[in-house]
């Protein structure tokens, strides 16, 4: 692999930078890239003490206290508990040790954004580079922007952040992103269909990059139909038609490409009637997905939901709410969290909510597994509406 004189000055050196260079230079060589590229930003998963456990925090512990900081500007994903609210069922060690981690990622020069949806504030041109962790926020940048990442564990995103550099290998590699399967979608989308057209577009592939046939878009469906594909395909994008800027380049580079179908059969699901409480924001809700929900409660007079609504966003979108709707929301027994996702935090057991309806296929895929909650498919509006009209 090719390495300028720069980065030998650089290694040269020694120190912190040094050594998060040697690094990206082993794992660059390891995955047989040619060169190093670099990189505009960087988004770091795997920060939520539930998932990395001690092991995680000692792990940045040692790299903050050598002094190493963060070359290019890095955002964090959510975190265990809301940074700052005590209030939550969570017990106090916990909290203490979560804050820890979030401390020591401070000190390097993260800015605390604590969401998984930094595409939300983050809009990146195309085939510009970046480093990002977050699979569901990998997808929509490589897919929507035709910005540049692959799927790049936590640790090694700390490491990217630090020596301002990426291997060039994978979707970094422009003749890799070429759709090699076309998917006719004959089916009319919700955004409970389009996460679940993730899922079975995914299990159809053999982690081909696919060209989607498919007209009637919106933010909301494409951020449903990327989280939920790239949970379950290896391939953290996919050539959407009139979406991604450069479709047509990419669609006349095809060669010989194979086709599927997929209808509206193979999308259907049942409304479930038992469950715990309903989830949105997974990915983090955008303001649209949050008013959504406002629409229906304001046409019931906020009357209070039997189950909870919980509802996870960025403090970003929090803050663009009234204080008085804030309010509201909570008299209706909705639990507005930030800085955080019930995916990674011990905040759905601390409230006894042991199933979950809701429209996340990838929630679908992560609570059982990360945090023993059991999850269904749902439209989120057909719920409220059944609910708010039967009591
Ligand atoms: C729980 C978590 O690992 C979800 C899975 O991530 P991903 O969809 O594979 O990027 C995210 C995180 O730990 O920050």
Redesign the pocket.
């Known amino acids: 692999m090719h390495v300028s004189s720069e980065d030998e000055r650089l290694l040269k050196e020694g120190g912190y930078l040094a050594k998060a260079l040697e690094t990206v230079i082993k794992v660059g060589e390891a995955v047989k890239a040619d060169r190093l590229l670099d990189v505009d930003t960087v988004h770091v998963?795997?920060?939520?003490y539930l998932?990395i456990g001690d092991a995680g925090l000692e792990f940045l512990r040692d790299i903050s206290s050598s002094g190493a900081r963060f070359r290019v500007f890095t955002t964090v994903?959510?975190a265990g508990v809301e940074y700052g609210n005590l209030n939550l069922p969570v017990n106090e060690a916990f909290i203490r040790r979560q804050m820890e981690i979030i401390d020591y990622l401070r000190r390097m020069g993260a800015s605390l954004w604590l969401t998984c949806t930094p595409y939300e504030f983050i809009r990146p041109q195309p085939g510009s580079i970046h480093a990002w962790?977050?699979?569901?926020a990998i997808a929509y940048i490589n897919s929507v922007n035709d910005a540049y990442t692959e799927k790049l564990p936590?640790p090694f995103t700390i490491m990217i952040a630090i020596a301002g550099k990426v291997p060039r290998f994978g979707l970094y590699v422009e003749e890799n992103r070429v759709p090699k399967v076309i998917v006719k979608v004959n089916a009319r989308l919700t955004p409970v269909k389009a996460g679940l057209l993730g899922r079975i577009t995914a299990g159809k592939l053999k982690g081909e990059v696919p060209f989607i046939d498919y007209d009637n878009w919106d933010k909301q469906l494409l951020k449903s139909f990327l989280a939920s594909y790239?949970?379950y395909s290896p391939t953290p994008l996919a050539v959407i038609k009139g979406i991604n800027p450069n479709w047509r380049r990419y669609l006349s580079m095809v060669d010989k490409p194979d086709s599927i179908t997929i209808d509206d059969a193979e999308l259907r699901y049942e409304q479930p009637i038992e469950y715990d409480a309903l989830f949105i924001g997974c990915p983090h809700a955008s303001l649209e997905e949050v008013m959504s929900i406002v629409k229906v409660l304001e046409k019931h007079g906020y009357r209070r939901l039997a189950k909870p609504l919980i509802v996870s966003t960025s403090r970003f979108i929090k803050s663009t709410l009234s204080p008085e709707l804030i309010n509201k929301l909570k008299e209706a027994n909705v639990y507005l969290i930030t800085d955080t996702c019930p995916?990674?935090s011990p905040i759905l057991q601390g409230l006894g909510i042991r199933s979950v309806a809701t429209p996340s296929s990838k929630a679908i895929f992560?609570l059982p597994r990360?945090v023993n909650v059991n999850a269904m498919p749902c439209s989120i509006e057909d719920c409220l509406e059944s609910e708010l009209s039967n009591h």
């Open positions: 998963s795997g920060v939520s998932t994903n959510p962790g977050e699979s569901n936590g790239a949970t995916m990674v992560y990360l």
